[in-house]
Nanobody
Framework: QVQLVESGGGSAQAGGSLRLSCAASGSIFSINDMGWYRQAPGKQRELVAD???????NYADSVKGRFTISRDNAKNTVSLQMNSLKPEDSAVYYC?????????????????WGQGTQVTVSS
């Protein structure tokens, strides 16, 4: 069974830092896009940042210059370093990945989500 397991998160004061990590496990052929999303109470889930296999990144305007996404293709992990945190960054953060698995002679891409981890930033 292929799954994403998140770690990190927790509480921080405004201006502080937190780091999220996510590891994909199971019988994985490769991983395409990996990213982080967040959902605050009463709001829709939104993209925070994503990173392609070749390292190209994309960030939400609200986190540019403060958050850094990175991945380790050998370890099938993706991380999100969050600096200069603001109260509005408080949300449940979800890891997402396009995981390619082999099924006989065919390859299939699975859109997988982590279980979510709470980030709370106090002012």
């Amino acid at each position: 069974q292929v799954q994403l397991v998140e770690s990190g998160g927790g509480s921080a004061q405004a201006g502080g830092s937190l780091r999220l990590s996510c590891a994909a496990s199971g019988s994985i052929f490769s991983i395409n896009d990996m990213g982080w999303y967040r959902q605050a109470p009463g709001k829709q889930r939104e993209l925070v940042a994503d990173i392609l296999k070749d390292g190209r990144t994309n960030y939400a305007d609200s986190v540019k210059g403060r958050f850094t996404i990175s991945r380790d293709n050998a370890k099938n992990t993706v991380s999100l370093q969050m600096n200069s945190l603001k109260p509005e960054d408080s949300a449940v953060y979800y890891c997402n990945a396009g995981v390619v698995v082999r099924n006989g002679d065919q390859l299939h891409e699975l859109d997988l989500w982590g279980q979510g981890t709470q980030v709370t930033v106090s002012s």
